[in-house]
């Protein structure tokens, strides 16, 4: 059979909406089969912190393991990335409950309210991070078609609730913090596909801001995100995306096209042997939630450098030695806008731009 990749948004059916509404079991722990699986929640904090905590759960050649991740960018302050060995993974209530060791996640009966507890990084090092939040969703979630990209005999599915208030109290070592913000929640896994056969290269990004030039009362909050890969060429080469755009905490458009242009290409200089880009260029195309085409247009320039992850160094042995034997280099490039601006063209409206601070990730799986 000639492997190839399906895309979400290609199986569904003319007449039927591309983007439809994510529901409570869509963010449900499955655990199945050979693949991987995380529970991530990414953040922006009003004092400028920004980051993510991460569950991540694979089953690779008859080995599980359990990870938890964590990233927190305070300015002014170095940034802290922390990954450890969860150990065992427990779910409960029907798989809305779940927590390993260092980090828990818990949501409440009406799946509105998500309490992130993470402590991983402090249980190992006094100098380490614990911090704990309170995620309060406001705007509907989202998936395309039924979530899931087919990929050769495997799929790969996201699932996001794009934004809501979000609570934060923690301590960096010794630098304590406490604030209020936005966050966005995103479910992925992956089934029958090792996780590094997914996608070969991976852009994503998360950005809050308001639109530009409005009065201040009237400065509502804007997020943004972008999660897109290109499939291996072995199974087409093909761009699978996912893209949101939230106004007021409210869901206002869904883009399941979107381009990615690298420019201005320069040598690693930490080490990777990879050129990564000083440019991106990402233009996405979609629909609102009231049915108008509507297109976004992200031209970043992701200067500030916050970690490189050095992916099998990350890795247990077991899992480091089987990966390694099929991917030469898998890193992970995390960094930040101060000034990003995205322009916005909505059909039959006046195109407007919105201004703010971003989060973005590189990954290369080559």
């Known amino acids: 059979m000639h492997k190839k990749t399906l895309t979400a948004a290609s199986l569904v059916h003319d007449g039927q909406p591309i983007a439809t509404q994510a529901v409570p079991k869509d963010f449900a722990w499955l655990r199945d089969s050979t693949g991987s699986e995380t529970q991530t929640m990414y953040f922006h904090l009003d004092n400028g912190c920004v980051g993510f905590v991460q569950i991540a759960w694979a ?12 990233m927190f960018y305070v300015p002014g302050h170095p940034c802290v990335f922390e990954t450890h060995n969860g150990h065992n993974l427990k779910v409960k209530k029907d798989s809305y409950e779940y927590e390993c060791k260092g980090l828990s996640m818990s949501w409440d009966k009406d799946h509105t309210r998500l309490s992130v507890k993470y402590t991983a990084g402090k249980e190992r090092d006094p100098k380490g991070v614990a911090a704990s939040f309170e995620f309060v969703r406001k705007s509907e979630g989202y998936k395309i078609g039924d979530a899931k990209n087919h990929i050769a005999e495997g799929t790969a599915a996201h699932y996001f609730y794009p934004a809501g208030e979000v609570t934060a109290k923690g301590e960096i070592g010794s630098v304590k913090f406490e604030s ?5 929640f995103i479910h992925a896994h992956s089934g029958n596909i090792m996780p590094y056969n997914v996608g070969a290269e991976w852009n994503m990004n998360f950005f809050t801001g308001h639109r530009e030039g409005a009065p201040k009362e009237d400065k509502d909050r804007v997020t943004f995100h972008i999660l897109q890969y290109r499939t291996p060429d072995n199974v087409g080469a093909v761009n699978c995306s996912n893209a949101g755009l939230t106004e007021d905490n409210s869901l206002k458009a869904v883009f399941w096209n979107t381009t990615v242009e690298h420019f201005e290409m320069v040598k690693d200089e930490n080490g ?7 440019r991106v260029l990402f233009t996405s195309t979609g629909k609102t939630v009231d049915g108008k085409n509507i297109k976004a247009v992200f031209d970043a320039r992701p200067s500030l450098r916050l970690h490189d992850i050095d992916v099998l160094g990350e890795m247990p042995y077991v899992i480091r030695r089987i990966v390694q ?7 992970i490039f995390e960094r930040f806008e101060e000034n990003a601006k ?18 973005h990730e ?3 799986m080559k």
């Open 325 to 331: 034997a099929l991917i030469t280099k898998p890193f």
């Open 59 to 70: 089953y690779l050649a008859l080995t599980t393991t359990i990870e938890t991740n964590a």
């Open 362 to 364: 590189h990954t290369l």
């Open 342 to 359: 995205i322009s916005v063209e909505i059909e039959g409206e006046e195109p407007y731009n919105i201004v703010g601070v971003a989060f």
């Open 180 to 184: 209020s913000g936005v966050a966005l």
């Open 272 to 278: 990777s042997g990879y050129e990564i880009p000083r």
